[in-house]
């Protein structure tokens, strides 16, 4: 009584899917599917999430793409004719139908996108190995051929895919919607083609939420996307049942052709990509002389550290700290990542570029300090090198860098010529909904009036540093919420919706600082799209942690305002002055700062700016540098309470 289903969509569908790759998982399993599959619309956004999932829920993950296929080539942009793809489900059956799959997603956003991203039949045979393609729902090809008894494209498009995967990759898809009254027809024609070209049918649900009690707020998704009201008769809507389906069901619709339910388990049975995680993806570093990595690393961060004693002896203390650094760097495989980040942020300097004097456990680092990197002693300050690389716990090192923000690019530039334009690339970042949008959105999809909303909106607690709780909790917690969702019932279906809503994506964008480097064109380990707005950066369509999963290397180029600003003050003071000031040498025990501390006259400086702040900082009165360390220490949740 087991079955797969092969056509499913996640909330990567933006606004037309419901429930993360996790939620389709655990739903899978609760069916007792062997398998399953994620095909979002045209992106490969939750691949990597889905495999995860499902490899911890021990069922195999099914990965593929539901694509757009333009009505001509996908470079026409005619919009009556081209405006209107069709749908192709594709699924990789191994690791070269992977590659395949992410390079003809990558040419459907960077080539062929109009509208939607599209490939085109060019593509389609120049990127075939690998992968099985079914027919599709009723915007595919095939199935609108049928509905407009177009019999000639019916046998033109069947022989076309048969030509391009084989009768072996090539399924005709069925679907049960019975609330569409031209799915039968569709199947009914379908079951006469499978057996007029030998080929075989199978059965998908072409799901768009897991269970089918997330119908209704699926369907609120719906009007969030269009912008419409749930009372709208003339409105985009599901008729019928998008969910995960129990295989009992579907056996007793397709009674007539078995075979059709028995091939989702053949199909998934050839469905057999890995991924392997864990892996070191750092891009090789040319070194001057083709000395070894280990070898220029530590003639490097020698030399740097001699430099911080202006030639003087290094104390022992400093020699050993950095042998041990050195050491442990090298048996965790890092020393190019260091030269990596050692080339870049020096050539910032070299250019002028204000860099940040280090951030996070990186500035525990002597090698970082001895390496220009960052400008904090370590040892000076107590800092550990252990919270940054812990040979216990292997783990991509995570050097966060700063920059000025009108230069940044300068930085970025710098990095894409030494490595290539195909090697590096921003990082796609996903919008979620968070409680006050979910409940806005939700409200306005209802029809509520907008003053009902705002003030609805308006009850919810307060983020904590930046931070919101969830929904379900603050009803139970907050008195006036939990009041709202008790005698408003109103109010109750709107945050009862807004719960289910909360957490689900709602929009693609790039990502405020990751950048990805890599060996290889980035390409063959993900999907390449525009990035939004008119700048047409390339960005990844895997976020920072799949990449950083898959071994690959991410760094953190922050564009800082603050630090704008203190360049341009040093220019200024070199303009009227005459002199020259290295943020680096600033000391740290200058009265009128603390001065200033003392008053809470921060606004603008990061970290000590908000209104909490203030006002603990006015109470402590600090007077040297220690105190400032201690309070960024202290303010934040746990040990605030202990301030």
């Known amino acids: 009584m087991s079955f797969v289903n092969l056509h499913g969509h996640s909330h990567y569908s933006l606004l037309d899917g419901y429930g993360s790759p996790r939620d389709i998982v655990l739903r899978a399993k609760e069916l007792g599917y062997p398998a399953v599959a994620l095909t979002d619309h045209g992106v490969v956004y939750g691949l990597v999430e889905l495999y995860q999932a499902a490899k911890e829920e021990k069922i195999k993950p099914v990965l593929g793409c539901e694509l757009y296929m333009a009505p001509r080539t996908r470079f026409d942009r005619e919009p009556k004719i081209d405006t209107k793809p069709y749908h192709l489900t594709a699924l990789a059956k191994n690791n070269a139908g992977y590659q395949n799959l992410i390079k003809l997603t990558t040419k459907a956003h960077l080539e062929g996108f109009y509208y939607k991203p599209r490939v085109d039949y060019r593509l389609l045979r120049a990127y075939s190995d690998g992968l099985i393609v079914l027919s599709g729902c009723l915007v595919a ?112 619709v397709f009674s007539d052709c078995p075979e059709a339910i028995e091939n989702t ?26 000395e070894s990595p280990e070898i220029y690393l530590r003639q490097l961060s020698r030399e740097g550290l001699l430099g911080k004693f202006s030639g003087r002896k290094i104390p022992k203390e400093y020699g050993e700290r950095l042998d041990y ?35 996070g456990s990186a500035a525990g680092s002597i090698l970082a300090w001895s390496l220009n990197i960052t400008d904090l002693d370590p040892i000076e300050h107590g800092l550990f090198f252990e919270r940054f690389l812990n040979p216990e716990r292997i783990s991509m090192p995570d050097i966060d860098i700063d920059f000025a923000d009108t230069r940044r690019d300068e930085v970025l530039n710098y990095v894409i010529n030494k490595y290539g334009r195909d090697n590096v690339s921003q990082v796609i970042t996903f919008g979620t909904m968070a409680p006050k949008a979910a409940i806005r959105d939700v409200g306005r999809a209802l029809g509520y009036p907008y003053a009902e909303v705002d003030a609805l909106a308006k009850a919810v607690p307060p983020a904590i540093l930046g931070k919101y709780a969830p929904l379900k909790q603050s009803i139970v917690d907050d008195p006036t919420m939990r009041n709202i969702y008790e005698k408003d019932e109103r109010a109750r279906i709107c945050l009862d919706y807004a719960k289910k809503l909360e957490g689900t994506i709602r929009q693609a964008g790039t990502h405020a600082c990751a950048v990805v480097i890599a060996e290889k064109p980035l390409n063959d380990y993900t999907a390449l799209q525009y990035g939004a707005g008119e700048s047409n950066e390339i960005i990844t369509q895997y976020s920072a942690k ?88 202290l303010y934040r949740p746990g040990p605030m309470k202990f301030i």
């Open 546 to 633: 799949p990449l950083e999963d898959l071994g690959l290397l991410k760094m953190d180029f922050l564009g800082l305002k603050n630090l704008t600003v203190i360049e341009e003050t040093c220019s200024i003071v070199k303009k009227t002055r005459g002199e020259e000031v290295a943020i680096c040498n600033i000391p740290m025990d200058d009265e009128k700062t603390f001065e200033l501390l003392k008053k809470a006259d921060t606004t603008g400086v990061f970290q000590l700016e908000s209104a909490g702040m203030k006002r603990y900082l006015k109470e402590l009165k600090p007077t040297k540098f220690d105190d400032i360390v201690a309070m960024g220490a």
């Open 141 to 252: 090809k095939l199935p609108r051929a049928i509905l407009s008894g177009n019999e000639e494209e019916i046998h033109a498009t069947v022989r076309e895919y048969i030509e391009i995967f084989g009768k072996e990759n090539f399924y005709l898809e069925m679907q049960d919607h019975p609330l569409m009254e031209n799915q039968n027809i569709v199947n009914q024609r379908l079951k006469q083609l499978a057996k007029e070209y030998g080929l075989g049918l199978t059965v998908t649900c072409d799901s768009h939420y897991p269970r089918p009690e997330d119908s209704d707020v699926h369907d609120i998704l719906l009007c969030i996307q269009t912008q419409s009201h749930v009372t709208d008769e003339d409105r985009m809507r599901y008729a019928g049942d998008y969910s995960l389906r129990d295989v009992k069901e579907l056996k007793e």
């Open 265 to 290: 388990l053949k199909i998934a049975d050839q469905c057999n990509v890995e991924f392997e995680f864990g892996k070191n993806l750092i891009p090789s570093f040319k070194t001057p002389q083709n």
């Open 325 to 359: 650094e050195l050491e442990t760097v090298h048996k965790m495989g890092f020393d190019t990542y260091f030269l990596i980040v050692h080339d870049f942020v020096n050539y910032a300097k070299d250019q002028k570029i204000v860099v940040g004097p280090g951030r």
